[in-house]
C-alpha cells in the first residue's frame, strides 16, 4: 500500500496539529515498515524548516518526499475554493492519501482526514482574520469538501465524533475514533530541572498552572477571578498563565498573577511537574492534549466536565462547571487538599494513551480505506 500525507502543518511549532502530525508520522514509520509512504510538504516562508525535518525521514527505504514552496493562500484557494488541481499531480499516485487540519485537496485515491474539533461552528468567535486567511470560511469549505469526498474520517475523540455526527451529517460508520497521546518527554522531573526553570522565569514560592493561547476559549479570566478569590486562603499562593497573546478581551495581570507568554516545549515538563495544581476549564476541546501533559509529568488536574475533557481526564481529574468560576475555585482547593492522590491517579490515567497506539489505530484505518478500493475493483 502507497499512502501519501499532508504533513505541511508541521511547520507550525507550538501548535496541537503540529504535534499530531509530527508524532503521527515518527510512529507510523517506526511500527510499519511494509508500507510506502509519501510525504507531502508545501510552506513558502518556512520551507527551510519542512525540508529540514522532511531531509532525515527521507533517509528511509520506504519514505519518499516531495516539497513545494507554495503559499498556504495559493492552494487554499484552490483546493478548498475551486478544488482543482489533483494532489497527484504533485505527488503522483498513491493508494490512500491523508489529509491536514487545513487543506483538502482533490485526489483520485481514497480519501481519510482528520478532524480535530469543530470550533469553527461551535465558536466561531474564537478567529480572527490572520495574513489574509479568513479562518471560519476556510475550515468551512474545507469540511465541506470531507464530508461530500471523505472516506473516512478520523476524530480525536467520542465527543468530537457526536459533533461531526450533529453538525455536519456525516454518518458515524464512516467515522473513527483514535485519541492521541502527550510526548515522552512529559514525565515527573527532578527538584533541580523544576528549580532551573522557576530562576529561568523569576518565580517564587507555590504557584498554580494554567496553559494556552490567550482567546476567550480558554476561559483565562475565569481562572483569574477563581484564583483572586482563593488568594485570601492561600496568599503564598501565585498563578502562571503560559501561552501566547491571541484575540479577544486582553488578558492583564493582577496581583500574583504571572503571564509567561510563549513558553517553549523544552520548559514545559518542569513547569508542570513543579505546579501544586494545572487549571484547565476549557469551554470546548477537541481533545485537550495539556490535561494529559500534565497528568503525564504528575501534576494534579482541574478541568472542565464538557466536551471531550471527561474523555481525556477520566476519574483522575477534579472536574467542574467551566462558566462558574466559583465551582472552578472550588475544584482548585479541592486539588489542593488531594495533591499525592490526584498525581498517582494521573500518572496511571495518562499511560492509556500513547503515540504507537494512535499510530496503530491510524494504520487500520488506511488499511480499511484501501479495501473500499479493492472492494470497488472487484465489482467492476
Not at 36 to 63: I, T
Not at 111 to 129: A, N
Not at 227 to 253: C, F, N, Q, R
Request: charged residues 25%; aromatic residues 8%; glycine residues 6%.
Amino acid at each position: 500500500m502507497k499512502i501519501g500525507i499532508d504533513i505541511s502543518q508541521i511547520v507550525f511549532q507550538g501548535t496541537g496539529v503540529a504535534q499530531y502530525t509530527k508524532k503521527l508520522v515518527e510512529n507510523l514509520l517506526r511500527i510499519d515498515k511494509e508500507n510506502e509512504y509519501v510525504f507531502f510538504g508545501s510552506s513558502l516562508r518556512q520551507k527551510k524548516r519542512l525540508d529540514d525535518y522532511l531531509a532525515n525521514l527521507a533517509e528511509r527505504k520506504n519514505v519518499s518526499v516531495k516539497t513545494f514552496p507554495f503559499p498556504p493562500l495559493l492552494l487554499e484557494f484552490l483546493w478548498n475554493k475551486l478544488h482543482l488541481l489533483p494532489i497527484e499531480r504533485l505527488i503522483g499516485p498513491v493508494d490512500v492519501f491523508h489529509s491536514s487540519d487545513w487543506l483538502q485537496a482533490p485526489i483520485r485515491a481514497k480519501k481519510v482526514t482528520t478532524i480535530h474539533d469543530l470550533i469553527v461552528y461551535k465558536y466561531p468567535e474564537s478567529f480572527q482574520q490572520r495574513g489574509g486567511h479568513d479562518v471560519v470560511a476556510n475550515q468551512k469549505r474545507r469540511l465541506g469538501w470531507v464530508k461530500k469526498e471523505g472516506d473516512l474520517i478520523i476524530v480525536d475523540s467520542e465527543a468530537t465524533r457526536e459533533d461531526v455526527i450533529e453538525v455536519l451529517k456525516i454518518p458515524q460508520e464512516r467515522i473513527h475514533v483514535v485519541y492521541l497521546a502527550a510526548d515522552e518527554r512529559f514525565r515527573p522531573q527532578p527538584r533541580s530541572e523544576i528549580n532551573k526553570v522557576k530562576r529561568r522565569y523569576k518565580i517564587k514560592g507555590d504557584y498554580l498552572l494554567s496553559v494556552g493561547t490567550q482567546e476567550p476559549r480558554k476561559n483565562l479570566k475565569r481562572v483569574i477571578q477563581a484564583y483572586l478569590t482563593l488568594k485570601p486562603d492561600y496568599p503564598k499562593l501565585s498563578l502562571l498563565v503560559a501561552g501566547s497573546s491571541g484575540w479577544g478581551e486582553e488578558i492583564k495581570s493582577v496581583n500574583g498573577v504571572k503571564l509567561l507568554g510563549f513558553v517553549p516545549d523544552e520548559d514545559l515538563p518542569a513547569l508542570y511537574s513543579g505546579a501544586q495544581c494545572f487549571v484547565y476549564p476549557s469551554l470546548y476541546e477537541g481533545f485537550g492534549l495539556p490535561v494529559l501533559e500534565a497528568m503525564a509529568s504528575g501534576c494534579p488536574v482541574v478541568t472542565s466536565g464538557v466536551s471531550s475533557l471527561p474523555e481525556v481526564a477520566g476519574a483522575a481529574a477534579v472536574l467542574v462547571n467551566p462558566k462558574s468560576a466559583e465551582e472552578i475555585a472550588e475544584g482548585i482547593k479541592k486539588a489542593l487538599k488531594n495533591c499525592q492522590r490526584l498525581s498517582e491517579k494521573g500518572l496511571t490515567q495518562a499511560k492509556r494513551f500513547t503515540w504507537e497506539r494512535t499510530a496503530k489505530e491510524t494504520l487500520k484505518v488506511y488499511r480499511e480505506a484501501a479495501s473500499f478500493a479493492y472492494q470497488e475493483a472487484v465489482r467492476c
